[in-house]
């Protein structure tokens, strides 16, 4: 064996050296990656907790508010300043929403979405029938035969124009 190579050292170095450096530059961005999910994922943590704080006051004092007596209602202010309205009572409703058992909800929403399939299920139907291709197809073919008929008719009408300008042409430079 000789020891001439058949590709330059310094092509094999140069792409060496290359991939080196990008292996060095993806190793760093995954490493800075890192490092800031972890920076995000402590500061999502302290707001959680800071959030988990603020829900606990805000429940004391809705307790605190519950457990005390009602007060008498304030009066409103008269009709003609009609901006500006006072709640008397919070959390107290009329009748209770009206609410739909779990076998029901899921009987409705499986026929709602069978109704939906079948529906689009019977349009394709209908669309790929042949009578429809067939028409389709008939249609397209007159449109084609018309757009021929009215390309020939303007080409007609277009070399008319040019023909008489070009005997208009020829007429003024005999008569000069």
Known sequence: MSEDWSVPAWTIVSALVVVLLLAAALVLST???????????????????????????????????????????????????????????????????????????????????????????????????PETRNRIRFEMRREVKRSRKQRRADLKTARREWEARQRADVDEDSAA
Do not use: H, K, W
Request: glycine content about 4%; proline content about 9%.
């Open 31 to 129: 490493v800075r990656g890192r490092r800031r999910a972890a920076r995000d994922r402590a500061a999502a943590q302290a707001e959680s907790a800071q959030l988990r704080e603020q829900v606990a006051e805000i429940a004391r004092r809705l307790d605190a508010a519950v457990a005390a007596p009602v007060a008498a209602p304030v009066p409103a202010r008269p009709p003609s300043d009609a901006s500006d309205y006072v709640i008397t009572r919070i959390g107290t409703a009329e009748e209770p929403a009206p609410v739909v058992p779990a076998p029901v909800f899921a009987d409705l929403v499986m026929r709602e979405s069978v109704v939906q399939a079948a529906s689009l299920v019977a349009g394709l139907r209908r669309a790929l029938a």
